[in-house]
């Protein structure tokens, strides 16, 4: 019994959910930027801002139509039509704007007749025209440092002439410990939703020796599955504690109460419980945030979400943060489980809330931020 005693993994206390994130954001530093070709940057977070050269050089028409000098249509109606000096040159969307004109007029803005032209409405300075450097200006970043990238970003940067661009690429290692259904699911999990987010995920095969993989330096952090509690088999604590530095055990959010932080050196560890909602829980809340960190992706970035009302109260422990899936019904959302998630509430669910830790939970009729699952 004894033996049995000194090797099992307890916790001592739940460390504060806003103490990790502290400590998170203290410690996990970006990694060293690599330079990627713009097809293939999508999702990955910019290392340095990006600009590109004045585009276009030169005033060019946005329309099919009549390259004109503005001021000399200034009147112009269709019952009081203004003649013009010069019938207007022809012009196509794209070409150079003519000297000394100003604007482009749709066809049907002027008439002309037996060489003679006249103007049936009066057009603005700049319509139809995309302005010298209107595209982009180079003093202003077309997107910034730590900012991640959309294809839309993808498409701005081809279009004035960027091939390759500067980002950060986090390599996180995803460790199955053990071979069961649940176990890998959440692993498949986790390792696509960093890539989604711009990481490089390595999926371990299940069940590979943690010391191992912890003496590995062929990733900037490790997420493990399984393995975090009291069980026979729960070892993998104890093993970060002898390798590393183990920083947190036991964490005070459910689910996933059971979640350890560690350090190899600069790299974090993260530790998380052999459930699926549980896993999923601490990565969103931790994980996630792991990543940016890893990216320099600011505490601050935009995160999606909804502005819904609670169609019925939730409850909750003060002391832990909380993850809670819901439904939503019209304009409202409903809470389906809370402390453990089951399969089926995550299914039927349309994303996630969070109950702070210092909260009893929400009241009816509460507006509350709704986030998707990845």
């Known amino acids: 019994m004894a033996a049995a005693s000194e090797t099992l993994q307890t916790i001592s206390k739940l460390t504060p959910l806003s103490e990790v994130t502290a400590m998170v954001d203290l410690r996990v530093k970006p990694v060293t930027p690599r330079t990627l070709d ?12 990006v600009t590109g050269a004045a585009r276009p050089s030169s005033a060019l028409a946005l329309l099919d139509g009549w390259a004109l000098a503005a001021d000399t249509t200034l009147g112009a109606g269709p019952y009081a039509p ?3 000096l010069h019938p207007p040159q022809r012009i ?3 070409q150079v704007l003519p000297p000394d004109m100003d604007s482009v007029a749709p066809f049907d803005a002027v008439k002309i007749r037996n060489g003679f032209a006249e103007a049936l409405a009066t057009v603005n300075p700049g319509d139809g025209v995309l302005a010298a450097g209107g595209d982009n200006d180079p003093d202003i970043p077309l997107r910034r440092a730590g900012e991640r990238l959309r294809m839309t970003d993808l498409a701005a940067f081809a279009a004035v002439g960027l091939s ?3 980002v950060r690429e986090p390599r996180i290692r995803v460790l199955p410990l053990r071979g069961t259904a649940i176990v890998i699911a959440a692993a498949r999990l986790l390792a696509g939703d960093i890539e989604r987010r711009g990481g490089a995920a390595k999926l371990d095969d299940p069940g590979r020796d943690l010391g191992t993989v912890l003496a590995s330096e062929s990733a ?8 975090t509690g009291s069980g026979r088999n729960d070892t993998c604590v104890h093993t970060m504690a002898r390798d590393c530095e183990l920083a947190v055990h036991g964490m005070a959010i459910t ?3 059971t979640t350890a932080l560690g350090f190899a050196g600069p790299r974090p560890l993260l530790l998380l419980p052999g459930r699926l909602d549980a896993a999923l829980s601490v990565w969103l809340a931790i994980g996630r945030r792991i990543q940016d960190r890893l990216a320099g992706v600011p505490g601050g970035e935009r995160q999606p979400y909804k502005i819904l009302t609670l169609s019925r109260k939730v409850s909750s422990t003060v002391g832990l943060a909380e993850i809670v899936p819901v439904r939503r019904v019209q304009d409202t959302v409903e809470p389906l489980a809370s402390k ?3 399969l089926s509430a995550l299914t039927r669910s349309d994303g996630w809330i969070m109950v702070p830790a210092e909260s009893e939970g929400y009241a009816l009729g ?3 931020q709704v986030r998707p699952w990845p």
């Open 255 to 257: 689910p996933g109460e």
């Open 164 to 166: 390759r661009i500067a």
């Open 38 to 49: 713009v097809a293939t940057a999508a999702g990955r977070a910019l290392a340095v801002d």
């Open 82 to 84: 203004i003649p013009l």
């Open 366 to 368: 509460t507006t509350v």
């Open 220 to 227: 900037d952090a490790i997420i493990v599955i399984g393995g």
């Open 92 to 94: 196509e969307a794209g």
């Open 340 to 342: 453990y998630l089951p």
